[in-house]
């Protein structure tokens, strides 16, 4: 099982035709400007953060956060956080080698760093 995190924008109406019985049809598309996958074995790490950071990665929704620009200080402080204290999270390292220390930082780093990018993209975390 794994987390994915989307940055993307505003909601777009598609129109098209149906290649088969040529009828039109609307659809609702998003562009995705950043998407990252990580194991759900990770969690445990945002945990010993702190449970607002487990929230604000696994379940943004519920700390009302939409907009990436709601992230990006909270994701440069747990950044911090983490990499300061190496140890206290490294020993959170899962037995069966899915997801290390070293991915936490990786992801945490790229997704602050989209969401100073894309600081109006909509956050989307998909579990």
Same mark, same amino acid.
């Given at each position: 099982? =794994? $987390?994915t @995190?989307? $940055? @993307?924008?505003p909601e777009?109406?598609i129109t098209d035709?149906c290649p088969h019985?040529?009828?039109? /049809?609307?659809?609702?598309e998003r562009?995705?400007? /950043?998407e990252h996958?990580i194991?759900? +074995?990770? +969690?445990?790490?945002?945990m010993?953060?702190?449970?607002?950071?487990y929230k604000m990665l696994?379940r943004?929704e519920? $700390?009302d956060? #939409?907009?990436? +620009?709601?992230l &990006? =200080?909270? $994701?440069? &402080?747990?950044l911090e956080?983490i990499t300061?204290?190496?140890?206290?999270?490294k020993?959170l #390292?899962? &037995? #069966?080698g899915?997801g290390t220390y070293?991915?936490? *930082? =990786?992801? @945490?780093?790229?997704?602050?760093?989209a969401?100073q990018k894309?600081?109006?993209? /909509? *956050?989307?975390?998909?579990?």
């Amino acid at each position: 099982m =794994s $987390l994915t @995190v989307y $940055l @993307v924008g505003p909601e777009q109406q598609i129109t098209d035709t149906c290649p088969h019985c040529k009828q039109p /049809y609307t659809t609702t598309e998003r562009q995705i400007y /950043y998407e990252h996958d990580i194991t759900h +074995n990770l +969690n445990k790490m945002a945990m010993e953060a702190g449970d607002d950071y487990y929230k604000m990665l696994w379940r943004p929704e519920e $700390l009302d956060i #939409n907009t990436a +620009n709601q992230l &990006t =200080s909270e $994701l440069k &402080t747990l950044l911090e956080i983490i990499t300061q204290q190496p140890q206290r999270f490294k020993r959170l #390292n899962p &037995t #069966n080698g899915w997801g290390t220390y070293q991915d936490f *930082v =990786s992801f @945490v780093a790229t997704y602050l760093r989209a969401t100073q990018k894309f600081p109006d993209a /909509y *956050v989307i975390a998909q579990r």
